[in-house]
C-alpha cells in the first residue's frame, strides 16, 4: 500500500468498541491501522477485482472532507492522484 495510514490505535477499549467480537473469531487485535475513508473505499474495489492494474474512481458524497477520489492501483498498491475536497 502507498498510501500513508491517517492513525495507529492501540487504545484497547476503544478497538472493543468498534470491532465486533465476531469480525475476528472473537480474537481482538492489539492494534488497528485506520486509513482515509476514500483510500478504504478504493482498497476493497481494487483488490478484490482481479484486475493487475486499474484506475480507481471513488465518489460518495463525502468522507473525511472528501467527496472524491481518484488512485491508480497495481500490485505494488495503490496511489492516489487527486482528490477532490467536499464543498
Do not use: W, Y
Amino acid at each position: 500500500m502507498i498510501s500513508k495510514p491517517s492513525n495507529i490505535c492501540t487504545d484497547a477499549e476503544l478497538i472493543a468498541e468498534l470491532l465486533a467480537p465476531a469480525l475476528f473469531g472473537h480474537h481482538r487485535p492489539r492494534q488497528v491501522t485506520v486509513i482515509e475513508h476514500h483510500f478504504a473505499h478504493a482498497a476493497s474495489a481494487f483488490h478484490s477485482s482481479g484486475f493487475g492494474e486499474a484506475a480507481v474512481l471513488v465518489v460518495d458524497g463525502s468522507g473525511d472532507g472528501v467527496s472524491a477520489a481518484l488512485a491508480h492501483g497495481t500490485a505494488d498498491g495503490l496511489k492516489v492522484l487527486r482528490q477532490f475536497p467536499f464543498s
